[in-house]
């Protein structure tokens, strides 16, 4: 056996490192880990005896090739996700419900009770695909809830392409022995969970929260919105998976002949109306108040916030409502929206990408088969029956379901959105006159850039603008004009987690910030702290100031906002300039 060199071992090292790595990233079982070791040792002895040239070259691709195998070999499984990551945790207090009792678990501290995954509908599969959601069966015995069902059908990425965004974008990956596994989904996704303060209570205020995702994606137990917090502060918390993408969103003039209520293209917001009907049903067994509910949501569920604010069918069910970072408010709300025409449009051409001629043939389809058109069908669209016709025209002649409202943008919300389609000085112009066309002349001279860096900086905040900020003007200004207290905010933390970029703010006002968490400092807990009482206080009586917190001021003429960043305080709206060339195009 020959010996090996400095060279072999410096290669053979960092290659056994990378594969780990991929082994790693890819949430591939412990097995794997074993079997790439395996493996390594293997290499080493035979790589010794082989003679220097072809034979050394082939038992390095032989050792590629067998690491190939092992990859596929321990795939990370299809796992439901519990309730408490690596947790053994106590049962809760059996509850019941209209439809059965379920048991959920108990924080390690016995602080609070979380029942994952009760059904609030049937499963929307079959001749139920595109129908409005239905009662779900009754089911014997106590339904255990300690883990998350799946999240909706929707388009999923390799578990590596997920680990590397925890790595580049939140810059909190965790190496660990509990997560080799992928979460499930499915069409059968209709669940909600519950967070409430352990212990039996009555009278409890109670948040109902709709997860983003732009309507395509998305799941409702990610920990930055856990309920854990606001349960902790004496809320009761709920949230649920909703139909995404095609299965929630798609629209046809079929479906409006089968439906008993000529509607079709809002079966997502369906969803959404059912999970509060079962909040209003429910809740009280659980120690929550029917007639204190907050809704809230972030980015495409602050869009269906939004929606609800102004859909007939959710009057009644909340009392006010929290919109982060999105909102459809605006004369033409700039995404996540749509009018009956366009979506019928937008089906016939579906249907003609898969060959058929039916929703027959399109219920024929596995759900497999339809997923890849998430992007193609995730619009809301004003039905006439969910939607009677757009919240602005809804606003402007007074029909709106909320009592107050809290909302805002964040400082940096087009981050993730512009991160590989930046503007320089070479193609600034280009951008802005590409969007603003006429009125181009008005924004150039609001953002005069003359280095690459303005240019950056100034398109970026444009895009911001265009997406988040005005439709939030919009609605402000729509809220005050009808009388609704209203408070808006502005999120501008600066951290070594996602900052002020899309959905920053939500490990704040949720209160999730890790105890442990080095990239959060005191002024980031201190935030935090004051974030959650706001929000807390909010979900209680309708105003969100209390005791020993900064004066929010109500926002009644549009132009002051409560920062949240470095400080605490109330500042000045920075863009009306911008808004004002937004409502000449608009006619607002």
Excluded at 340 to 351: M, N, T, V
Aim: hydrophobic share 40%.
């Amino acid at each position: 056996m020959k010996k090996h060199g400095v060279g072999f071992w410096i290669g053979f090292g960092a290659l056994l490192l990378v594969m780990l790595a991929v082994l790693e990233l890819n949430k591939n079982t412990i097995s794997g880990w074993l079997l790439c070791l395996g493996a390594a040792c293997l290499f080493v002895l035979l790589h010794g005896r082989m003679r220097r040239g072809g034979g050394r070259f082939l038992c390095w691709l032989g050792w590629l090739a067998l690491f190939g195998g092992i990859l596929f070999l321990t795939w990370p499984p299809v796992k439901p996700v519990p309730a408490f990551e690596g947790r053994d945790c106590a049962p809760s207090a059996v509850v019941r419900t209209a439809k059965g009792k379920v048991q959920g678990v108990v924080t390690p501290d016995g602080e609070v009770e979380l029942f994952a995954g009760i059904p609030y509908a049937a499963p929307p599969v079959g001749e139920l695909r595109w129908r409005e959601p239905q009662d779900p069966k009754s089911w014997p015995g106590t339904l255990i809830c300690d883990h998350f069902r799946p999240m909706g059908m929707q388009p999923t990425n390799l578990p590596i392409y997920d680990s590397l965004a925890r790595i580049i974008g939140f810059h909190d990956y965790k190496i660990s022995l509990h997560d080799n596994y992928v979460a499930p989904v499915s069409e059968d996704s209709l669940y909600i969970n519950l967070w409430r303060p352990a212990g039996e209570h009555s009278g409890l205020p109670v948040c109902v929260y709709v997860h983003g995702g732009s309507l395509q994606t998305g799941q409702p137990w990610y920990a930055d919105y856990s309920g854990e917090g606001l349960a902790r502060e004496g809320v009761i918390v709920v949230n649920m998976s909703y139909r995404l993408g095609v299965f929630g969103f798609y629209a046809d003039e079929e479906l409006i002949a089968e439906s008993p209520n000529g509607t079709t293209g809002n079966y997502g917001l369906l969803d959404q109306i059912k999970a509060l009907e079962w909040v209003r049903d429910n809740i009280a067994a659980f120690g929550g108040d029917p007639g204190n509910v907050t809704l809230a949501g972030e980015s495409a569920g602050a869009a269906s916030v939004s929606a609800l604010c102004t859909s007939p069918l959710a009057a009644g069910l909340f009392e006010r409502v929290i919109l982060e970072s999105s909102t459809v408010a605006s004369v033409e709300p700039p995404h996540s929206f749509r009018l009956l025409d366009e979506a019928l449009e937008s089906g016939r051409a579906l249907k003609a990408r898969h060959g058929v001629s039916s929703v027959a043939e399109l219920r024929a389809l596995s759900a497999e088969e339809l997923v890849a058109e998430a992007d193609t069908q995730h619009h809301m669209t004003v039905d006439g029956y969910v939607l009677t016709e757009t919240p602005y025209e809804s606003y402007r002649r007074g029909a709106f379901n909320e009592k107050a409202i809290l909302h805002g943008y964040n400082s940096r919300e087009s981050g993730p959105f512009i991160l590989f389609s930046q503007a320089s000085m070479k193609n600034y112009e280009q951008k802005v006159r590409a969007y603003f066309k006429d009125r181009a002349d008005e924004v150039l001279r609001i953002y005069p850039a003359s280095t690459d860096e303005e240019a950056r900086a100034y398109w970026a905040e444009i895009y911001g603008a265009v997406f988040f900020d005005y439709p939030h003007y919009c609605l402000n200004r729509l809220a005050v004009e009808n009388g609704i207290p209203v408070w808006e905010y502005y999120f501008s933390r600066e951290n070594g987690y996602l900052g002020p970029w899309h959905s920053g703010e939500e490990i704040y006002c949720y209160g999730n910030i890790p105890a442990e968490e080095a990239i959060f400092n005191e002024r980031d807990r201190e935030l935090s702290a004051q974030m959650l009482s706001y929000w807390r206080n909010f979900t209680v009586s309708g105003d969100p100031n209390g005791e020993e917190l900064p004066d929010w001021e109500r926002n009644r003429d549009s132009s002051r906002l409560m920062e949240f960043g470095a400080e605490t305080r109330m500042i000045d709206e920075r863009e009306h300039a911008l808004f004002a060339v937004f409502d000449e195009m608009q006619g607002f």
